[in-house]
């Protein structure tokens, strides 16, 4: 497609009615419109997505393999679509797929981006802003759409005219839709040969950035035109942005997550954790490290809210009083410079300790950490269809995932061997 724009629903209708019905003539009377306007928006998406979708007959039309990608993808778009009008309670007298036909057909392309640029920027103004339009025109797409639907999506705030709650779960649901064809496209391109396809990941900090590399050299090796976004952030940044498909993948510890998120969490592996201090520490001197030499030096805390915190927590708990003074922070970086100019100390999963180490920043101390390893899951939606692209990261992930599980066993023999916890 040699625009990221995506085909209007009345083009996409078209093409399924098509597909359906093997037969211009047939599909124009099932959709209303004459032979010439289903013809003509045919040949339109055919331009648009770069390749034909028919093998034209006189028997009829009949997909090709890049058509047959495209009816997939656009099936689960209209999926998208029908459940979006479902939870938004249209004032349709019956509920079925063809029922919302006659509404997803009358969305126009400015009525969709004005939702999606409201939904997401905030306001009737700043979507103008970031849309470079002017207000009215906006606020004009915007009461058309509301028509369309038959149902009210914007209020008003102190803030101006905002979406509702309803408008931002039609609009987190309509970008998924729309995401759809693009996937469609980045298929085709695999299928000839062009794998420029893509991957958006979210990692939380800590979450195991090495073995993740690994998994993108993978997959950059078998797609060198792979586009790859990762974005590090909070848990609750990532999984918004995961839900309206920013992105394909989350990565980090296990959460145990509301169902009603629609995400699913995969385990990849355990990892333990471990206790890292700058090289030289003074405690790199003992062959066993007590509890009570901890409370020597400062600490630099988890965030609350974390699944590394309950693990800094229980070991204070063991302490029976706080360090010193505590520093806390969420960045994995200036953890690691606050590490390596002073004494402090930090909790870390195993895996990131032997990346520090290997990198010659920071040394593990000999010491058992009183608490249960953590697992580290990769989490993607529910209706989520991969391409070949995010497919073959998802595997290398797992790859890496049972290397890193035979690796973990010889380590926790080791450090059971070579260190105590020691008594108070």
Known sequence: MSSPTVPSFRQLLVFETVARTENVSRAAAAIHVSQP????????????????????????????????????????????????????GTGIPRVGPFDYRSIERKLSRPQIRALLAIAENGSFAAAARALAMSEPSIHRAARELER??????????????????????????????????????????????????????????????????????DVGEAYPETRVEVIDGSFDFLIERLRSGGIDFIIGPVRGLDPSLSVVETVLFDDSYALVVRRGHPLTCKRQIRLQDLLAYDWVAPPPDTPRRVAYDAIL???????????????PNLTRAILTE??????????????????????????AVPHRARQVQVTTRTDWLPTAVQARFLQALHDQARGLRGARSA???????AASVGSR
């Open 148 to 217: 369309v639907v038959r149902r009210p999506l914007f209020q008003r705030t102190a803030h101006g005219l905002v979406a509702t709650k309803a408008a931002a779960e039609l609009a987190r649901r309509v970008r998924l839709a729309m995401q759809e064809i693009e996937r469609a496209v980045e298929e085709i391109e695999a299928s000839q040969g062009r794998s420029r396809g893509r991957i958006g990941l979210g990692l939380l900090p800590l979450a195991g950035a090495f073995f993740v590399a690994r998994a993108l050299k």
């Open 342 to 367: 002073t004494d402090c100390i930090t909790l870390v999963s195993r895996h990131e300790s032997q990346a520090e180490q290997e990198m010659g920043f920071l040394t593990v101390l000999p010491f």
């Open 411 to 417: 380590v926790r023999a080791k450090v059971r061997g």
């Open 317 to 331: 708990a063991e302490l029976g009083r706080m360090p010193r003074s505590t520093l806390q922070t969420s960045s």
């Open 37 to 88: 306007a289903v013809t003509q928006a045919v040949a339109r998406l055919e331009h648009q997505i770069g390749t034909p979708l028919f093998r034209r007959r006189n028997t009829g039309c009949y997909l090709t393999e890049a058509g047959e990608i495209v009816q997939r993808r656009t099936t689960r778009l209209f999926v998208q679509l029908d459940q979006a009008l479902a939870e938004l």
